[in-house]
């Protein structure tokens, strides 16, 4: 079973549109990333949560919400989707223990979602 | 100027090259330093990751670093088609507690 797990894998969805999108891991791990990729622009982060109560703003959060339900479950929300948000979105986890090591951050395999 | 810099490719080449894959940085501050390479419709893997100067090895791979160039290379000897994926550099400013800024990633496809 994969470690780290999102759903849905594909979404179509039309403008203004509220969705969810989710991820979940069984690492054990207390970070979490959600991040998306665009052609050219690579990954950008979203937002990061560190634990449970510590949510954080990444680089380009406007118009995006999360909500880290448990250690293990970390949501992302759209809550008025626009086309410019049609992307690959992921999610990511890391362990602090192993900071040392440079941040390794394990991806889930990505949504796809489309807004039209 | 974006703060990592990474040539998208796609880059082709056949089986048994020797691949070279190449990262620019402005920030000085970055300390760590990853390669995560991603196959269509996966998520990011890590393939390998180094601390401050210097190369470091790892079977058919190795990762070299220049922080007074502020350049990272990652180097793929014997190229296999299985090495056909998406290389994505990253880097941070410390090992923990910080987030990953990521280059653009290079496509690379290894040919029979």
């Known amino acids: 079973d994969a470690d780290v797990t999102q759903t849905p894998r594909n979404r179509i969805t039309k403008t203004g549109k509220r969705i969810m999108l989710e991820c979940s891991q069984t690492?054990?791990?207390?970070?979490m990333y959600w991040y998306r990729q665009d052609p050219g622009l690579g990954l950008r982060l979203i937002y990061y949560s560190f634990d449970v109560k510590d949510i954080n703003k990444g680089e380009i959060s406007d118009g995006y919400s999360v909500s880290r339900q448990a250690q293990a479950k970390f949501s992302l929300s759209l809550e008025s989707a626009i086309p410019n948000q049609t992307a690959l979105y992921f999610c990511?986890?890391?362990?602090?223990?192993?900071?040392?090591?440079?941040?390794?951050?394990?991806f889930g395999p990505g949504t796809r979602l489309l807004v039209l | 100027q974006k703060e990592v810099e990474q040539d998208p490719g796609p880059l082709s080449v056949p089986e048994g090259a020797i691949v070279s894959l190449n990262c620019t940085y402005s920030n000085s501050a970055f300390q760590y330093f990853m390669w995560y390479r991603q196959y269509s419709r996966k998520g990011p893997e890590l393939l390998m990751y180094t601390y401050s100067s210097g190369n470091k090895e790892d079977g058919r791979f190795t990762a070299q670093v220049d922080k007074s160039s502020k350049y990272i290379s990652l180097f793929i000897r014997d190229s296999q088609p299985s090495d056909s994926a998406t290389y994505l550099c990253a880097m941070s400013l410390t090992g923990g507690g910080n987030k990953l800024t990521f280059g653009t990633g290079t496509q690379l496809k290894v040919e029979l």
């Open positions: 690492k054990g791990h207390d970070r």
């Open positions: 990511a986890t890391s362990d602090p223990e192993k900071a040392g090591f440079g941040e390794t951050q394990y």
